[in-house]
């Protein structure tokens, strides 16, 4: 009978260390995701609201589907040319690290008639400035091609000039991404349809308008959605 109780006087022991146990367990709750979005004019979304940026609206998309994601970073001005980029970013970004990156840059070097080759040069380091604030390195990287504004009632004039010069950017701009592993999603076709259909064109007459925008969520969101997927 004395060698039960200690059985019983151990068992029970055991099962209130078993309990008390659980209560020191820390659950660690998931942070949100962090999106940084780096461009010119085309990222910030001149002359359509905030909530029609496409950086915001692939945000929103993302949510829907039951990402918890912050709102979008968006380092962008309108006129930027990559160099002035250069040396606007590190004043902006110290050592943060985002989920996802994008870049969508070029069309001001175009537009104010900069070397193609210095434009090249400027991409390695805008792409390493996207790498180094990744959390996943390259593989959290996307790009997204310079839509052609030859289109638009503003580059209607020199339309064929600007779509050449566009092409010639954006061969450079993919194959740069190209040595860095980085994938770009072409919305420059879709940048065109703007030719016959008026309202993917904003107020200003040049840049896209909200529905363009969307247009080009959705064409690459399903990539994008995998790619934190993947990752995260």
Same mark, same amino acid.
Do not use: C, P, W
């Given at each position: 009978m004395k060698q039960i109780s200690v059985i019983c006087l151990m068992l029970m022991l055991f099962a209130g260390c078993k309990e008390n146990s659980s209560e020191n367990i820390t659950v660690v709750e998931q942070q949100p995701l962090r999106y940084l979005a780096l461009g010119d004019s085309y990222t910030i979304g001149e002359s359509v609201a905030p909530e029609m940026r496409w950086p915001v609206q692939l945000v929103e998309k993302l949510r829907a589907d039951g990402f918890e994601i912050e709102d979008p970073r968006i380092i962008a001005t309108t006129g930027w040319t990559t160099q002035d980029f250069l040396k606007a970013?590190?004043?902006?970004?110290?050592?943060?690290?985002?989920?996802?990156?994008?870049?969508?840059?070029?069309?001001?070097?175009? @537009?104010?008639?900069? %070397? *193609?080759k210095t434009y090249r040069e400027d991409l390695k380091e805008v792409f390493k400035e996207a790498i180094s604030h990744s959390v996943n390195g390259a593989a959290g990287v996307f790009a997204v091609s310079i839509p052609d504004y030859g289109v638009t009632p503003f580059g209607a004039e020199n339309a064929e000039k600007i779509?050449?010069?566009?092409?010639?950017?954006?061969?450079?701009?993919?194959?740069?991404?190209?040595?860095?592993?980085?994938?770009? @999603?072409?919305?420059? %076709? *879709?940048?065109?349809?703007?030719?016959e259909q008026p309202e993917l064109i904003a107020d200003d007459n040049l840049h896209p308008s909200g529905e363009m925008y969307r247009r080009w969520v959705e064409k690459f969101y399903p990539e994008v959605k995998q790619k934190l997927l993947i990752e995260n």
């Open positions: 970013i590190d004043a902006l970004l110290n050592n943060e690290k985002y989920d996802l990156v994008s870049v969508l840059i070029g069309v001001n070097n175009q @537009y104010q008639g900069k %070397s *193609i779509g050449r010069e566009i092409d010639e950017f954006n061969e450079v701009f993919k194959g740069v991404a190209s040595e860095f592993n980085i994938e770009v @999603y072409d919305i420059t %076709s *879709i940048s065109r349809e703007a030719i």
